[in-house]
């Protein structure tokens, strides 16, 4: 094997291979802008240098002459798929497109027919010789003013464009930066080759070393700064297709851009508007920018009529200032609210009626409510009558002990919240006594120890009785609780002071008072001063003293 020949082919053949993979991996990533455009540029570089291997290996004159033009071939639409890339890369609209693609496309058409037709004329190369002492015999040619034509032209065409790619991302952020000097210094390069390549000089290697250089600076590129996998989203993505209204207004309030859907809903066209003043503009709005004076970072909601519909913005501003500070303008973006505007309007209507709703039921359960209270205090007044009907002498006991209690309790800053249980608790106090036989509940004279032991279950029998009953779980204190003693000597439990739940205490001294001042078949009533000496006395033995005292307040002021 000649060594010679194959270190002379290594740098044609890296020449090709970078390119194929370079372009593998932009078609990959084809959904990323320029990427696409670039892998049919790392492929025109694969098929040139691979012409350049065949035209090199060729022994033929015709057939090093078919492989050159292959080559010139792609040289000669290069300066065009750049021009796709670099538009696609940086998502640059044209204003004119169908004009700028006609003459970017003229020149390289012109260049292909003159380079098919060439052995009719010779402009393309001519006086054409083998060098036959080289062991490739290299082909050798006049370089035509065509020729140079096209090299001057597709060097102006890659200038204009590396500096259009500079100029899009030199203020972008580092990496996007990278990206595109990457990209351009790749170029640069690349140009520089193409120029060599154009005059003739192909044979010195200089072509095929530069590809490689290009697309090595590219390869890096993609790796290291994540070209055509990490890209900044443009201008055109930002500002031209976004949904919402978009102005770009100036520190006189003139517009200096509108977006599309801005275009679109007014009516407008960037020629009739840019360097106008926005009040014309914002007519429909007449509100909006009064409410923006002062310039503020602020939003408001607009309604504007439109084809006898009204339809709602939500309008943001926010300002623009220098690098000094100093105030530019203000970018108002005003988004179609009014889908969500009908929403909450709907929202609002059923809240109301929700609302109303929610009031007619709980005043129903108010009633309710009413209702099912005044039918347990009828079945409660109904208990109480009941049990005085078995024991006359007690007639009326129930009333007066219940009004005393309200009383004491209101004195004693009780809560008006728990007047319905004490209430309760009074009518109820000796529902026990229902279960008492009638020979033990009205015998005249005293009872004995058994039958006393008896009587004195009925603050059990009134827990057992009432318990079950939710509604009267607070009022079931006074019923249970009211023989208990303040020194702890009572029943049934024995509790002792502030154990003793408040109603219970409270209603201890009004059923004592009131049963020494009643008639009873074993005694008479007490006259009130000895009944009150009894209280008095009773004070931390049987009851509460402080209870005691504002009871005796009250007697004393004729309101007991």
């Not at 009572?490 to 004592?512: C, Q």
Request: glycine share 6%; hydrophobic share 45%; with cysteine.
């Amino acid at each position: 094997m000649d060594w010679d020949l194959v270190a002379y082919f290594l740098p044609y053949a890296i020449s090709m291979l970078v390119p194929l993979g370079v372009g593998i991996y932009s078609f990959r990533h084809r959904s990323v802008n320029g990427a696409l455009q670039y892998g049919w540029i790392a492929i025109n570089r694969f098929v040139g240098n691979l012409a350049f291997v065949l035209e090199m290996s060729n022994a033929s004159l015709n057939g090093k002459i078919f492989w050159h033009s292959v080559g010139l071939l792609s040289l000669a639409v290069i300066a065009v798929l750049f021009a796709a890339f670099v538009l696609a890369y940086t998502d640059h609209k044209l204003k004119n497109p169908k004009l700028t693609w006609a003459a970017l496309l003229f020149i390289p058409i012109v260049y292909l027919l003159l380079l098919l037709t060439n052995n009719l004329h010779g402009w393309v190369f001519h006086d054409i010789w083998l060098e036959t002492d080289n062991p490739f015999s290299p082909l050798h040619y006049e370089v035509s003013l065509v020729t140079w034509a096209l090299t001057i032209y597709g060097i102006a065409v890659a200038l204009v464009l590396v500096g259009m790619l500079i100029g899009k991302f030199v203020h972008a952020q580092p990496l996007y930066r990278a990206q595109a000097f990457a990209v351009a210094f790749g170029f640069i390069i690349g140009i520089i080759g193409i120029a060599i390549a154009s005059a003739g000089f192909q044979q010195i290697g200089i072509f095929p070393l530069a590809s490689i250089v290009v697309h090595l600076i590219i390869a890096w590129g993609l790796f290291r700064y994540r070209l055509f996998d990490l890209r900044p989203i443009a201008r055109e993505t930002l500002f031209e297709k976004m949904p919402d209204l978009v102005f770009v207004l100036d520190a006189q309030n003139r517009i200096v851009d509108i977006n599309r859907s801005a275009q679109r809903y007014f009516n407008l066209t960037p020629s009739r508007t840019i360097g106008k003043l926005a009040e014309p503009i914002f007519s429909r709005w007449p509100e909006l920018l009064k409410k923006f004076n002062p310039p503020t970072n602020s939003s408001i909601e607009v309604a504007v009529k439109r084809k006898n519909k009204y339809r709602h913005f939500d309008v943001r501003t926010t300002l623009l200032h220098d690098r000094r500070g100093q105030f530019q303008g203000r970018i108002l973006v005003a988004r179609n609210i009014t889908a969500y505007s009908a929403l909450q309007w709907k929202q609002n209507i059923l809240n109301k009626e929700l609302k109303k709703l929610n009031r007619e039921l709980e005043q129903r359960v108010r009633e309710r409510t009413e209702e099912l209270a005044q039918a347990y205090d009828t079945t409660l007044q109904g208990w109480a009558k009941a049990l005085e009907l078995r024991d006359k002498e007690t007639e009326g006991h129930s009333r007066r002990v219940t009004e005393m209690t309200l009383k004491l309790a209101r004195a004693l800053d009780v809560a008006e919240s728990e007047f319905d249980d004490l209430r309760r608790g009074a009518l109820l106090h000796d529902i026990g006594k229902m279960a008492i036989p009638d020979e033990i509940l009205r015998k005249a004279d005293n009872l004995t120890p058994e039958e006393r032991e008896i009587v004195d279950e009925h603050p059990a029998i009134a827990y057992q009785l009432l318990s079950p009953i939710k509604f009267l779980e607070k009022a079931l204190e006074i019923p249970y609780c009211h023989h208990e003693r303040w020194d702890g000597n009572g029943y049934p439990r024995g509790l002792k002071g502030e154990e003793i739940p408040l109603s219970a205490r409270i209603f201890s001294v009004v059923d004592v008072w009131d049963a020494i001042q009643s008639n009873r078949s074993y005694r008479k009533a007490w006259p009130k001063a000895k009944a009150r000496t009894y209280i008095k006395k009773e004070a931390r033995q049987s009851f509460d003293p402080r209870i005691v005292h504002v009871f005796l307040d009250l007697m004393q002021q004729g309101k007991i």
